[in-house]
């Protein structure tokens, strides 16, 4: 059994073809273009964050004028705070390491390509769906409680994503190296792509446990944080 799926490399689309150049990168399990679908993903949550940043420096610098009301204001703080970490900083280094990594060590593709590429969809329909319940007042604090449980769901799947990354990723570094590349000759890079992957295998298991603790306990009366969240 081996951690790297065997296919065979079907026929370049012809450059008419929109729809199966499409379907290839829904599909595609090359470490480099899910590397590319990350950054890609990563530089739009970055343009989203710098808007929603840009929007509450207007309304800091101009205290005599109410741009935004109140309930916005939280939900847009919120809105940055989870775009700037799950949409921009995580994607962007777990892109670099999935197109980096595996030609740093040698191997012909990432351990486990499947599961990194379901790893990607997943963090992006969660971050998505996450987006969309900010922008109902469902964030932190929100006032639409249907939307504030699919806010903690969603996060919940956009940290399973990086999981499913994360573990292709320290599964590459470990399993599929090159021959007669020990772990002294592992570049830099792909060091700190394992130190950061177990660290997202160690911490993201708990966080999407308590996020989906936290929706159940939202949805049925808080009983298990007794009103506290």
């Known amino acids: 059994m081996t951690t790297i799926d065997t296919h065979v490399t079907s026929a370049p689309a012809s450059a008419g073809s929109g729809l ?3 379907a290839e990168w829904v599909t595609t399990t090359d470490h480099k273009r899910i590397g590319r679908l990350y950054l890609g993903s990563a530089a739009v949550g970055f343009v989203g964050s710098a808007v929603v940043a ?9 205290p005599s004028r109410e741009w935004l009301d ?5 939900q847009l703080f919120a809105l940055q705070r989870f ?4 949409m921009v900083m995580l994607p962007l280094v777990v892109g670099l390491a999935t197109a980096i990594v595996p030609l740093q060590v040698g191997a012909r593709s990432l351990a486990f390509p499947r599961l990194a590429a379901a790893g990607f969809w997943a963090w992006l329909i969660g971050a998505v769906l996450a ?3 900010v922008l109902n007042n469902g964030g932190p604090n929100g006032g639409n409680a249907d939307f504030v449980d699919l806010f903690t769901l969603s996060a919940a799947l956009a940290a399973a994503g990086f999981l499913a990354g994360a573990v292709s990723l320290v599964t590459t570094i470990l399993t599929t190296r090159a021959p007669g590349m020990n772990m002294r000759r592992v570049p830099l890079f792909a060091w ?3 130190v950061y992957g ?3 295998v160690l911490a993201v298991p ?5 996020l989906v603790l936290l929706a159940v306990d939202h949805k049925y009366s808080r009983l298990t944080f007794n009103g506290n969240q």
């Open 20 to 22: 199966a150049c499409v």
């Open 192 to 194: 700190s792509a394992l």
């Open 54 to 62: 840009l929007l509450l420096g207007i309304e800091r610098i101009s």
């Open 206 to 210: 708990g966080l999407a446990g308590v």
């Open 70 to 74: 109140i309930g916005s204001l939280t």
């Open 83 to 86: 775009g700037l970490t799950f």
């Open 131 to 133: 987006v969309v319940s």
């Open 198 to 200: 177990f660290g997202l």
